[in-house]
C-alpha cells in the first residue's frame, strides 16, 4: 500500500459565498468540512482509485476526532497528541479562493518520538511513502529528512511535497520525488519569485526546465514542479518532461498539488513511465481544480483530461 503522512493534519473547512468582500458581513451560502492536510488529501485521491492506501500524521482534539470519523472509508492510523488540530478554512466566491490556514498544535519531543516508531512499524508495509504538508510547531526542521532516511534504509521510495526549511533539509536527503510549486521552485534555484507564473509558454518552460534541473543538481531526485495553469515540468534522469493541460481551468485550486502528488506516487510504486505519470497528474490536478471542495475529483473529469494533456519531451 501507499503511505501518505500528515504531519500538520487539518479540518478543511470550505465557505461559498456569492462574492468576497474584505471588511463586509457574509451570509455563508454552502460550507463543507473535510478531512485535510495535504497527505490526507493525497489518501482520498488514491482511495478514490480503488489504490490501497493509509494515512497517518498527529491528531488531536475535537478537529482530531472529527478528521479520523470524516476520513470514513479511508484507511488511517494516526497518532494522538495534546494540543488540537487546526482547521484551514477557504472561501470560495465563483471567481477568486482565499485561503486562511492556522499554524497548528505544538507537538512536544515525545510525541515526535512516538511519531516516528509508529511509521517505522508502517514503512514495513509500505510500497511507497507520500510526505506531504507543513510542519506544526515545536517539530525539528530536519523532521522530513529523518523521515526519508528512515524510508531509504528500508529501501521504501520517497515522495516528498513540503515548502522552506524542512523541504530544503528534506531534499538534501534524498527523496526519489519531490514536488515544489512555482514559488518553491523559484526560490529553491535561485530564480525571482514569480518567474514562472507569466510570460509566453516557451519562456515559462524553458526557465522552470532549467531551475528544475538545477534543483536536481545531476543526483537521485527527480524534481516535478506544479506551475498551476502551466502544468508541470519534470526534470528526471531518465529525461525531462513538460506536461500541460489542453485549455485553463477555472475553480478551486486547493488541493489540486496534492492530486498531482498521488499521481506521482501511483507511478512511482508501479514504475509507470514519466510520460505517462505526467499525464496522470495533469488529469487528476485537472479534476481537482474542477471540484469546488478541495481534495476531490470526479473520474469522469479525470478521464477527460488525462486524454487531453498535453506531454512533451524538453
Ligand atoms: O499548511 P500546509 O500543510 O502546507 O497546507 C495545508 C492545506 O491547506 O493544504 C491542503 C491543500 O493542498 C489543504 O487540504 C490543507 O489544509
Same mark, same amino acid.
Given at each position: ?36 492536510? +495535504? ?11 480503488? =489504490? ?121 536527503? &534524498?527523496?526519489?520525488?519531490? +514536488? ?16 514562472? =507564473? ?20 545531476? &543526483? ?10 502551466? &502544468? ?50 495533469? &488529469? ?31
Amino acid at each position: 500500500m501507499i503511505l501518505t503522512v500528515t504531519l500538520n493534519a487539518a479540518l478543511d473547512v470550505t465557505y461559498q459565498v456569492p462574492r468576497l468582500r474584505p471588511g463586509e458581513v457574509h451570509r455563508v451560502a454552502g460550507v463543507h468540512e473535510r478531512p485535510g492536510g +495535504k497527505g490526507v488529501n493525497v489518501a482520498r485521491v488514491l482511495h478514490g482509485l480503488n =489504490e490501497p492506501v493509509l494515512a497517518t500524521g498527529l491528531v488531536g482534539g475535537g478537529t482530531g476526532a472529527a478528521i479520523r470519523t470524516l476520513l470514513g472509508e479511508i484507511r488511517h492510523s494516526f497518532v494522538d497528541i495534546a494540543g488540537i488540530s487546526r482547521r484551514t478554512t477557504v472561501v470560495v466566491d465563483g471567481s477568486s479562493t482565499t485561503g486562511f490556514w492556522e499554524p497548528g498544535p505544538e507537538v512536544s519531543g515525545p510525541e515526535w518520538e512516538s511519531f516516528v516508531a509508529h511509521y517505522a512499524a508502517l514503512l514495513r508495509i509500505s510500497r511507497v511513502v507520500v510526505l506531504s504538508g507543513s510542519l506544526p510547531p515545536g517539530l525539528p526542521v530536519d523532521a522530513y529528512a529523518r523521515l526519508i532516511e528512515l524510508a531509504r534504509s528500508v529501501e521504501v521510495p520517497v515522495v516528498l511535497d513540503a515548502s522552506g526549511e524542512p523541504l530544503a533539509a528534506g531534499v538534501a536527503a &534524498g527523496p526519489d520525488i519531490v +514536488k515544489p510549486n512555482a514559488h518553491e521552485l523559484a526560490i529553491m534555484s535561485g530564480m525571482a519569485v514569480g518567474a514562472f =507564473e507569466a510570460g509566453a509558454v516557451e519562456l515559462v518552460e524553458a526557465e522552470a526546465v532549467a531551475a528544475a534541473d538545477a534543483v536536481r543538481d545531476g &543526483g537521485r531526485t527527480a524534481v516535478v514542479a506544479s506551475l498551476g495553469p502551466h &502544468g508541470l515540468v519534470a526534470s528526471t534522469g531518465d529525461g525531462r518532461w513538460h506536461a500541460r493541460p489542453a485549455a485553463a481551468l477555472t475553480g478551486n485550486p486547493t488541493g489540486a498539488g496534492d492530486a498531482a502528488v498521488a499521481a506521482l506516487a501511483f507511478g512511482l510504486a508501479y514504475r509507470v513511465p514519466w510520460p505517462q505519470r505526467l499525464a496522470d497528474a495533469v &488529469g487528476l490536478s485537472g479534476a481537482a481544480v474542477l471540484n469546488p471542495v478541495a481534495g476531490t475529483i470526479s473520474q469522469t473529469d479525470y478521464a477527460r483530461l488525462r486524454r487531453a494533456a498535453d506531454v512533451r519531451e524538453v
